[in-house]
Each structure stands twice: as C-alpha cells, then as structure tokens.
C-alpha cells in the first residue's frame, strides 16, 4: 500500500481493556501486553508503507528478535490506554522500535523491540527492499536498559514439553512470539503473576518453531528472577528472563 497521508513517525493507538485482556484479578495479562505491542507496531508499519502486505511484495516480513518491557504498574479492566510508538534505528535488515504504554497521561510500562527482516521464502535474514526514509528516527529510550542477549549459561532444569499446534502459528507461519512467552508463565507461581510481582521481562528470539515440533522448556530460578529456555534438537530457540520485584 502506498504511504498513508495519516502517516506520521511518531504513532498513538487508544484501547479499552475487555475482560478477555486480562487475569482472574482483573489486570492486563502479560501475553495480552505483548499482543498490543505487535498491533501498535503492525498498525504502523502499515500506515508507512512497510507492513506485511507491502514486504511480501519483496517476499520480506518483520519478524521480532529481542524485546524488553519494563513495568510500573499494569492497567486493569475497562482502562482506556494509549500506546505510543516510534522506530529509533532502522538500517539495512534490522530496526529497533520503542513502545510506551500511558494512563491518565502517566507513562506504567515502557517497551524496546529489535526486529529483523527475513526472507519469507530462505527464511535467513535479507536488507529491507522498501523505501523508509520518511520515517523519522528519534533518540529518547522507552526503557532504563536496553534489550539485550539473555545469559543462558546456568545450570537449567527441564520442566515441561510443548508441540507446536496450528493454534499458534502466525502470518508469518510460525508459532507467534507471544506463544512462547505464555509457554513459560505457565510454569510460573499464578499467585506471583496475580500479584504483579514482575518488574521486567527480556525476550530472545533465536529459531523458528513450526507446526508439529516439540520443544523443551526448561527453567532456572532464584528470588530475584527466572529464567527459561525452549529448545528444539538441542539448539536453544527461545530465552525469556523475568525480573521479580
């Protein structure tokens, strides 16, 4: 699709919470969290003119690599939120894109996303075929520490298995980034995540996982956080940490 004349580099979407956004407590779940980031950044890939449609004209779609979110304070049932993003690098096959998430005017979560173009047909990673210019670049941080690489180098201990089912998948014929996440919190203590005891969470994204395959959860913990792989033949293909407060 053409450049929308709606278009600009800074870009806000409104939403109102239903019942189906959140936990038995009333309070955004975090997978949903995650779902808004995807929506907010399709949106607006979409209104410059880069949105899936327009890349798989080049066979070419965004897929996400790392992601951290750092939270304040979660937005409950019937809250209208307003979700802000913005891209502050985008070079050749990669960009990184901020997201914040707002209150009553008041910043509770804030959000950096690393995002790499891949080929939908070699599926390896390929230089992004579409003008992008006219996106605005902007320096400031959505997040005190930037997305980073998760040390897996710990001793793990092996804590459930899930196939890939066709529930999962995606557009982009994958199991979707949030599926990986609400693998793992399903293994957590509900009464820690009913409680919002978590401050932050780091994602990496390393491999495919695809219909049919069955991976390997494990998990490493202390007071302070968790950390959990998902492994397909021995080769990690997805790191989560979660910061507790």
């Known amino acids: 699709m053409p450049i929308s004349p709606n278009f600009t580099s800074i870009y806000e979407q409104e939403f109102e919470l239903s019942f189906l956004n959140c936990y038995p407590n009333g309070l955004l779940k975090y997978t949903d969290l995650c779902n808004f980031i995807q929506v907010v950044a399709g949106n607006h890939a979409d209104l410059g003119g ?34 802000k993003t913005w891209i502050k690098t985008l070079e050749n096959s990669r960009s990184t894109r901020c997201i914040e ?27 992004l075929a579409l003008p992008h ?20 180098n710990q001793e793990f201990k092996n804590v459930g298995t899930k196939k890939v089912f066709f529930s999962d998948l995606d557009v982009v014929n994958h199991a979707n980034n949030v599926k990986y996440l609400e693998w793992c919190l399903d293994y957590e203590n509900p009464k820690n995540l009913l409680l919002s005891k978590v401050k932050a969470f780091d994602m990496n994204f390393m ?25 397909l033949d021995d080769k990690t293909a997805y790191a989560l940490r979660v910061e507790w407060k």
């Open 133 to 152: 210019n006219h996106f605005e670049k902007f320096d400031p941080n959505a997040t005190n520490f930037p997305t980073d690489k998760i040390n897996t």
């Open 101 to 127: 998430f707002y209150l009553n005017d008041q910043k509770i979560i804030g959000c950096e996303t690393y995002w790499v173009v891949i080929n939908t047909k070699t599926r390896r990673p390929d230089n």
């Open 207 to 231: 491999r495919e996982l695809n219909l049919n395959d069955e991976a390997i959860l494990a998990k490493s913990s202390n007071e302070n956080e968790s950390v959990f792989t998902i492994s």
């Open 50 to 83: 880069i949105s899936y449609s327009d890349m798989q004209t080049q066979s070419q779609a965004w897929v996400v690599s790392r992601m951290r979110v750092e939270i304040s304070k979660l937005p409950k049932w019937r809250d209208k939120i307003v979700v």
